[in-house]
């Protein structure tokens, strides 16, 4: 039986949680009761203020508040003004980080995946336990390599090259 992820499992240093997400269950209850599931292929960690490529790298700002916020927040964002991201906020409450959902094996890509399960704004700032979008634990186990993140060309050099990119092997 698969068991939601809560609080807990969020507030943890946002490395530990981005690897720990691969191979989980993302579930989005659409308005008709349906349940949409896909499973975790790959994510990505963005670790505070002093990662160039994390969005709060220059402070909090309207756009980056929600990363502020107590582990488990959604932060969804519109990139080229086009595609939905979807970020799960971990670790402690006023330290921003947060954990890019990359891409699930039926959805290979952060827009698509989002495209999928209809995620727009509209969850920003939400509980990735409370509401209509929430992970899930199936018992599903897999071995998990780390990568460079990519689009990340605005952060500097070193941290485009940390291997905080976590995937499905």
Same mark, same amino acid.
């Given at each position: 039986?698969?068991?939601?992820?809560?609080?807990?499992?969020?507030? @943890?240093? &946002?490395?530990?949680?981005?690897?720990?997400?691969?191979?989980?269950?993302?579930?989005?209850?659409?308005?008709?009761?349906?349940?949409?599931?896909? @499973?975790?292929?790959?994510?990505?960690?963005?670790?505070?203020?002093?990662?160039?490529?994390?969005?709060?790298?220059?402070?909090?700002?309207?756009?980056?508040?929600?990363?502020?916020?107590?582990?488990?927040?959604?932060?969804?964002?519109?990139?080229?003004?086009?595609?939905?991201?979807?970020?799960?906020?971990?670790?402690?409450?006023?330290?921003?980080?947060?954990?890019?959902?990359?891409? &699930?094996?039926?959805?290979?890509?952060?827009?698509?995946?989002?495209?999928?399960?209809?995620?727009?704004?509209?969850?920003?700032?939400?509980?990735?336990?409370?509401?209509?979008?929430?992970?899930?634990?199936?018992?599903?186990?897999?071995?998990?390599?780390?990568?460079? @993140?990519?689009?990340?060309?605005?952060?500097?050099?070193?941290?485009?090259?940390?291997?905080?990119?976590?995937?499905?092997?």
């Amino acid at each position: 039986m698969a068991k939601k992820l809560d609080f807990e499992f969020y507030q @943890r240093p &946002c490395l530990a949680v981005a690897k720990a997400l691969v191979g989980k269950i993302l579930v989005r209850k659409t308005p008709t009761g349906e349940l949409l599931k896909l @499973r975790i292929a790959e994510t990505e960690a963005y670790c505070g203020e002093e990662d160039t490529a994390c969005h709060a790298h220059k402070g909090r700002t309207k756009r980056t508040e929600v990363l502020y916020q107590s582990a488990g927040t959604i932060y969804v964002y519109l990139c080229y003004g086009m595609h939905w991201l979807l970020n799960v906020v971990t670790g402690e409450e006023e330290h921003p980080e947060a954990v890019l959902i990359r891409a &699930c094996v039926e959805a290979p890509g952060p827009g698509k995946l989002t495209k999928a399960l209809s995620v727009t704004g509209e969850l920003n700032r939400g509980c990735i336990w409370g509401g209509e979008l929430w992970i899930e634990d199936d018992g599903f186990s897999c071995e998990v390599v780390t990568d460079k @993140r990519v689009g990340i060309a605005y952060a500097d050099q070193e941290d485009q090259d940390k291997p905080w990119r976590f995937k499905m092997q």
